[in-house]
């Protein structure tokens, strides 16, 4: 079997980092994914980056850098729908310095005039707004024109896979769950509402209640109006009481935000864990898996720097297959 061959299992926007990633590097790459864009978690994010339960910290804090220095290439790709945006994150008492302020390079306290009536103090940084709607096309168009494949396929063990490729990276997020035996994951489900654009140049965000965070992210054509965090819910149904209590608290946010137009209410679940999984495991003498699933409410944030660091591991990996054979 041809050794840079790999199959990447799911298709949301960890399965297409990797995909890319992997074609890049030179390897033959297929997709085989039970849903593909529109219909992945993915394409339900909002997605701003900001490293929202997701850890161990160290790593997300390193892979969230490196994924930061992706999107700003992208900002410049218009087709990609990666935008900058300006997040000033919002408190009712005196904001301090978040853990991950050292993987924004702009990190500022907010100005007095930013802060809307109610709260206290706040932060703004400069970070990529990404409208999932756009870029996860973009990613499957990019990956195909690379020469990756697809295959629109439910798989119930990685074995089913042994005959196409020795090498098998397991992007299913919350489908882990069964393909990977792993009782560690949980949905943490998040209701938003899509609203018409309205020229707002500015994110907020506030997370002082855990389980109804508010949050605004202004894209290339809509806004996003979040939210929930909600664990261990598994429930895909819009809640009306949890969309009028959404449009409530961002319109108490932003004024601007009264008389919207409403384009869709969206729900998706998060692939919660207490750490993001990123691990090599070998399952036979002749299959291969590294993991690449578990990354919470910080899929896009991550994605880049879990892509790269998947890639070196089956990079130190095929060497080392390579020194064996040679010394057989
Ligand atoms: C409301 C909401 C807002 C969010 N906002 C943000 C944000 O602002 N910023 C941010 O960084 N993140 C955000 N996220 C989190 C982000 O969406 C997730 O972390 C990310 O989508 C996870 O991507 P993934 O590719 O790992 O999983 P998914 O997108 O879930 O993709 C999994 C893939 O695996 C496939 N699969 C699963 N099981 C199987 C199987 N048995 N066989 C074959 N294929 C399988 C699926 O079909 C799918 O293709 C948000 C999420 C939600 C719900």
Known sequence: MNQKQVAIVGCGVSGLS??????EAGFQVKIVARDLPPNTTSNAAAAIWYPYKAYPEAKV??????????????????????????????????????WWKDAVPNFRYALKAEIPPGYRSGYAILVPAIDTQIYMNYLLERFKLLGGAIESRTISSFFQLESESNLIINCAGLGAKEIASDSDLYPIRGQIIQVRGKNLNR??????????????VPRTHDCILGGTAEDNNWSLTVNEDTANSILNRCQKLEPKLKDIEIVDRIVGLRPGRKEVRLELEPISANLMVIHNYG????????????AEEVLQIALDRTSADKFSAKKL
């Open 18 to 23: 990797c995909g890319i990633k992997f074609l």
């Open 61 to 98: 804090l390193q892979w969230g850098r490196i994924a930061l220095e992706e999107y700003d290439r992208l900002t410049s790709i218009l087709e990609s729908g990666v935008t900058n945006v300006t997040l000033i994150e919002l408190f009712k008492d005196v904001a301090c310095d978040p």
């Open 203 to 216: 994110s907020f965000i506030d997370q002082t209640s855990a389980s109804v965070p508010t949050y605004i």
């Open 295 to 306: 990354h919470g409410g910080a899929g896009f944030t991550l994605a880049w720097g879990c």
